[in-house]
């Protein structure tokens, strides 16, 4: 038998881990706990059952970049979608990352911003948020004075802390980056400020937003970015071709047509999430930090991970940050329904009562 190693530089890479463990109530991957509604499901399968299977889908998948463009104001050339976010960062990255190129990333964030920059053989410079999670403008600006990296990422509002960085923090950013800078906004609807007035011609800045967690469409794999037209031209070269399949074209076309049940979901999650942090902070063993997406992170004194332990065996299962740097016996929990916050909440008193 013949083997080969991976490329040398890929040889020691941990893949993903998110658990998908079998259990209840399940908060731990930001995905919304309601679904699509049926009038959104029928319009979909009414279109899709007129779509041309034997042909390939629109390559540049015209009507939907066009109907995204129209929610934001833009221009359907301003618009670049893929299979998931991480599909429109790792077109980004393939496009502007590479061997001779460094992207700046503010830590604790969105571990894939790392990962792909290392699948694409991009070197990383690691900056260090807050005690409160936030970049602070004037140590970046200086930063990226001195390294001047090609690509620089920021999440807002971030995970795993939920912290929305402040607009002038973003364009500070911007106006001192040499080159690319990407704002990861997965949970923009969350939130009450977004960088989308940062895009313009006269410079790289991306705004990238998902389908996942705000439009209840996480199996389907639709994320996109909106950025200046010279920009997605580029885009549109790197990736392969015909990567959208119809149904997910029709699906987010189609779901840009119930922006009202998609606010109503939205509002109520906010609602639900703050209920979840005020019960949070009455709880002595636990810090809690204020949340703009549909998660909070939380901080629990005298160990995480024995807390993340005792949820799933009460049927309850978070995100375990426990042993990340930064975000030391953190757990962070995905918003759910009343009932599945409640379940969790209940889980958690007992677990931190008996410690
Ligand atoms: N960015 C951030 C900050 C995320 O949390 C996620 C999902 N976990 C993504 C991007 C990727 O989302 P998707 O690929 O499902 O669009």
Redesign the pocket.
């Known amino acids: 038998m013949s083997r080969i190693a991976p490329r040398a530089d890929l040889q020691d890479l941990a893949g993903y881990h998110s658990p998908q463990l079998d259990v209840s109530v399940r908060l731990n ?2 995905e919304s706990p309601y679904p699509p509604p049926p009038e959104f499901l029928d319009a979909w399968l009414r279109e899709l059952r007129a779509a041309d299977l034997h042909r390939y889908p629109d390559r540049l998948a015209g009507a939907l970049r066009q109907a995204i463009a129209e929610r934001f104001d833009r221009s359907a050339d301003e618009v670049f979608a893929a299979n ?4 429109v ?1 790792q077109t980004l990255l393939l496009t502007y990352g590479g061997p001779d190129r460094r992207a700046l990333i503010f830590e604790p964030t ?1 571990a ?1 911003h790392a990962h792909i920059s290392r699948l694409t053989g991009t070197r990383t410079i690691t900056a260090h948020r807050g005690d409160d999670f936030l970049i602070d403008p004037r140590s970046a600006v200086s930063l990226i004075e001195r390294e001047q990296p090609e690509i620089v990422f920021i ?1 807002s509002p971030n ?1 795993p802390s939920g912290t929305i960085e402040p607009v002038d923090t973003i364009a500070a950013i911007a106006d001192a980056a040499p080159g690319l800078v990407v704002v ?1 906004e ?2 923009g609807e969350f939130a009450t400020t977004s960088a989308l007035s940062l895009v313009s011609e006269e410079r790289a800045v991306v705004v ?1 937003r ?4 705000v439009w209840s469409l ?1 199996a389907l ?3 996109f970015l909106v950025g200046p037209t010279w920009l997605v031209a580029e885009l549109d070269k790197v990736v392969l071709p015909y990567h959208l399949d119809v149904s997910t074209q029709t699906a987010g076309r189609v779901a840009l047509n119930f922006v009202a049940d998609m606010e109503s979901r939205v509002s109520r999650l906010v609602e639900e999430r703050e209920r979840l942090f005020r019960a949070l902070q009455d709880l002595s063993e636990i810090t809690v930090f204020p949340s703009g997406a549909n998660f909070l992170l939380f901080r629990c004194h005298g160990g995480g991970h024995a807390v993340w332990q005792a949820l799933v065996d009460d049927g309850v299962l978070v995100r375990d940050f426990s042993s990340w740097p930064g975000v030391e016996d953190c757990l962070r929990v995905t918003i759910g329904t009343p009932e599945e916050n409640d379940h969790f909440l209940a889980g958690l008193r007992a677990a931190v009562a008996r410690k």
């Not at 998931?84 to 599909?87: A, D, L, M, V």
């Not at 998902?210 to 967690?213: E, F």
């Open positions: 991957t930001n998931g976010s991480n599909e960062l969105y894939l999440c995970n990861d997965a949970y990238t998902t389908y996942s967690k996480a794999r639709l994320g």
